[in-house]
C-alpha cells in the first residue's frame, strides 16, 4: 500500500506501508506525524494548505481528527466533506 497526495504545486513523496500491515488509525497516525507533516512543514515553509482526506475507516478515527485539527490549521474534518464527490476528492 502506498500513501499519496496532489498538491497545488506538485505531489507528495510516495510513502510505501510494508506488506502486511494493515491501515488502521495508529498506523494512519503514525504516518501523519512520522511522514507526512514533517514533509509538510518543509515544503510549504509557513505557508497555509489545505489538508483533505477520503472517508476510509482509518481516516475518521476520532484520534486522527482530533491530532489533524490540532496540527494542521486548515484541516477539512470528515463531517465537512461530502460523502460521494468525485470532482471534491481528485486521488480516487
Known amino acids: 500500500m502506498v500513501f499519496a497526495g496532489i498538491t497545488a504545486d506538485g505531489k507528495t513523496p510516495l510513502i510505501f506501508v510494508p506488506e ?3 491501515i488502521n ?3 494512519y497516525l503514525a504516518i501523519l506525524k512520522d511522514e507526512f507533516h ?3 512543514q518543509r515544503h510549504f515553509r509557513g505557508r497555509h494548505f489545505v ?3 477520503d472517508g476510509a475507516r482509518s481516516h ?4 486522527v481528527q482530533e491530532w489533524c485539527r490540532q496540527n494542521m490549521p486548515e484541516f477539512i474534518s470528515f463531517e465537512e466533506w461530502p460523502p460521494n ?8
Do not use: H, R, V, Y
Not at 60 to 63: N, P, T, V, Y
Not at 85 to 92: I, Q
Open 20 to 22: 502486511g500491515i494493515k
Open 25 to 27: 488509525s495508529s498506523n
Open 38 to 40: 514533517p514533509w509538510a
Open 51 to 53: 489538508f483533505q482526506k
Open 60 to 63: 475518521k478515527a476520532g484520534i
Open 85 to 92: 464527490s468525485p470532482d471534491l476528492d481528485p486521488m480516487d
